[in-house]
């Protein structure tokens, strides 16, 4: 079965790049009609979606962040990659990886990379 | 895009049934049938129990069931139990081509 395991720096100062990556095993990245998406949550709120790439590389992201945020993807690796540029405090969230299989199913997520933002 | 709205907060007694609401706009919850719901615990990473507004995936327990009705879905959760006690948000595939989450909702047991 296909598991997802996220791993991030855990601490970025403000203003830096903030890069996260998602490792995938039991199952390549590059197959199938896959996206694998980002999602994060600051603590004690809601989840957000941040975007997505296409086991084909297409994206899509989040319009409130689209302007900070570059995923991409390495099939040497079956890894898949977030960056989010000029961080601030607010964007201090765990950080989830998950597939979006067919239809409207988050199916599996990764355990989650707590990233916090501080100098 | 707005978050869906979700009740804060829901309790309910062992046995009982309880429904949970996700409301939205006619570009999301309204508009697709992909609305999904996920049950969170304290420090876990969330777990798929609805997709496709009322598909439920294998090995989620029948007690769990979704529904639409316009702009607004729900999840059922009949014959409470204890370890349903959770956060649980719902999602939804949106107009722009992006998804959107409600703000969850803490389910108390009681």
């Known amino acids: 079965q296909v598991q997802l395991q996220e791993s991030g720096p855990g601490l970025v100062k403000p203003s830096q790049t903030l890069s996260v990556t998602c490792t995938v095993s039991?199952?390549?990245?590059?197959?199938?009609?896959?996206?694998w998406t980002w999602i994060r949550q600051p603590a004690g709120k809601g989840l957000q979606w941040i975007g997505r790439i296409h086991s084909n590389g297409d994206t899509k992201y989040n319009p409130s962040l689209k302007s900070r945020v570059t995923i991409s993807m390495d099939t040497s690796k079956n890894q898949f990659s977030l960056k989010l540029t000029s961080v601030i405090a607010a964007d201090t969230a765990v950080y989830y990886c998950?597939?979006?299989?067919?239809?409207?199913?988050?199916?599996?997520w990764g355990q989650g990379t707590l990233v916090t933002v501080s100098s | 895009q707005s978050a869906l709205t979700q009740p804060a907060s829901v309790s309910g007694s062992p046995g009982q049934s309880i429904t949970l609401s996700c409301t939205g706009t006619?570009?999301?919850?309204?508009?697709?049938?992909?609305v999904s719901w996920y049950q969170q615990y304290p420090g876990k990473a969330p777990k798929l129990m609805i997709y496709?507004?009322?598909n439920r995936p294998s090995g989620v327990s029948n007690r769990f069931s979704g529904s639409k009705s316009g702009n607004t879905a729900s999840l059922t959760i009949s014959g409470l139990q204890a370890d349903d006690e959770a956060d649980y948000y719902c999602?939804?595939?949106?107009?722009?081509?992006?998804?959107?989450f409600g703000g969850g909702t803490k389910l108390t047991v009681l």
């Open positions: 006619s570009s999301d919850v309204g508009g697709y049938k992909y």
């Open positions: 998950a597939r979006e299989g067919s239809g409207s199913l988050f199916d599996p």
């Open positions: 999602s939804s595939y949106t107009s722009s081509g992006t998804w959107v």
């Open positions: 496709d507004v009322s």
């Open positions: 039991g199952g390549s990245i590059s197959s199938g009609n896959y996206h």
